[in-house]
C-alpha cells in the first residue's frame, strides 16, 4: 500500500499526527488525545520534517479524508508549552475506535522502522520502500515487512461462573484477565487455544468459538478472541507465568480490563452469554 509522503497534504491539509518522543505520545494538555491539526498549527515539528511518515488510511480515517502522519522523535526531548508526554498503554485503554487504531498503527510502523535498518540477510544498511510498508536491502534485495504475531486470547465460562487469571506481571495491580499466548509455528488458531490453556491454568476446553480480533501494539500482536466451555480439569497455574486463577460469579468479578481491549470486550460478552442462561 501507498505510504510515499504527500507534500501537498503535509502542508495544507489538516491530518491526524501522533508524535513519538522516548517512548511516550506527544499530546495536547487541553484534550490529552492526538490532535488533529494543520502542520504550521504545531511549530515545534518545523524541526522534524525529516521525520514525519505518512501512514496508509484506515478505514476509519478515509471517509474523512484525513491523512496520518506520524513522527518518531526518539530518544529526542521535548519539553513544548501545551504540549505533555503520556505512555502509549495509558492513552490506548483512553481512547476507543478510530484513535485506537490509528495510535496502534503508528507506533507498530515506528517499531518496525527502528528494528529494521540493516538487512537481516547480509548486514547492509536498508531503505524504506514507498509503496507499501515494507523496508528494502539494495544489495541483497532482501525485503522485510512489519511483523505481526498471531496471538489467541480466550474467555473461559463453567454454568454461572467465569474463568479469570491473574499474570505474574499483573500481580501489583491485582488485575484478573483472560488467558492468552502466542501461536507457535506449525500450530492452527484452535490448538494454541486448547493447548495455551491447559499449560497456563491446567484445564481443558470444549465448544470454541470465534469471537473477534484486535490489533495490539506490545509490540506487533494480532489478538485472535474465542469463547470456550470448560470441559474438566483442576485449576493449576504456571509457575512464571500465572500468579492465581479463579473461578468468579459474573456479580463479583475483580477488577479487569477496560472494554477498549479484547480482553474487556470478551469478559463482556462472556457475562452477557452467561446472562441468557
Not at 487541553?30 to 490532535?35: G, L, V, W
Not at 540493516?118 to 536491502?137: H, I, L, N, P, S
Amino acid at each position: 500500500m501507498m505510504i510515499k509522503l504527500d507534500e501537498g497534504k503535509l502542508t495544507s491539509q489538516q491530518a491526524m499526527w501522533v508524535v513519538f518522543s522516548r517512548g511516550k505520545v506527544l499530546v495536547q494538555e487541553s484534550s490529552e488525545s492526538i490532535p488533529v491539526a494543520y502542520l504550521s498549527e504545531i511549530p515545534f515539528l518545523a524541526s522534524y520534517v525529516n521525520e514525519i511518515h505518512q501512514l496508509p488510511p484506515l478505514n476509519e480515517t478515509a471517509h474523512r479524508e484525513l491523512p496520518v502522519f506520524v513522527v518518531d522523535l526518539g530518544a529526542e526531548h521535548v519539553e513544548e508549552p501545551g504540549w505533555e508526554k503520556v505512555s502509549l498503554r495509558q492513552l490506548l485503554f483512553a481512547e476507543y475506535d478510530i484513535a485506537f487504531s490509528v495510535i496502534g498503527r503508528a507506533w507498530q510502523y515506528i517499531h518496525f522502522l527502528r528494528t529494521h535498518q540493516f538487512c537481516g540477510q547480509c548486514g547492509a544498511k536498508t531503505e524504506r520502500v514507498d509503496w507499501e510498508m515494507a523496508m528494502q536491502c539494495y544489495r541483497c534485495q532482501h525485503r522485510t515487512y512489519p511483523r505481526v504475531s498471531p496471538c489467541i486470547i480466550v474467555s473461559i465460562h463453567n454454568n454461572e461462573k467465569i474463568l479469570l487469571a491473574k499474570g505474574v506481571r499483573h500481580k501489583e495491580s491485582n488485575m484478573y484477565s483472560t488467558l492468552a499466548g502466542f501461536v507457535e509455528s506449525g500450530e492452527s488458531l484452535e490448538q494454541a487455544v486448547h493447548r495455551e490453556v491447559f499449560e497456563e491454568v491446567g484445564v481443558k476446553v470444549k465448544n470454541l468459538r470465534y469471537y473477534n480480533s484486535q490489533p495490539w501494539p506490545f509490540p506487533h500482536s494480532l489478538m485472535v478472541g474465542f469463547i470456550a466451555e470448560y470441559d474438566g480439569g483442576e485449576i493449576r497455574c504456571q509457575e512464571n507465568e500465572i500468579d492465581d486463577a479463579q473461578w468468579f460469579e459474573v456479580d463479583a468479578l475483580p477488577t479487569i480490563p477496560p472494554k477498549v481491549s479484547i480482553a474487556g470486550q470478551l469478559i463482556e460478552k462472556t457475562v452477557s452469554l452467561i446472562g441468557d442462561k
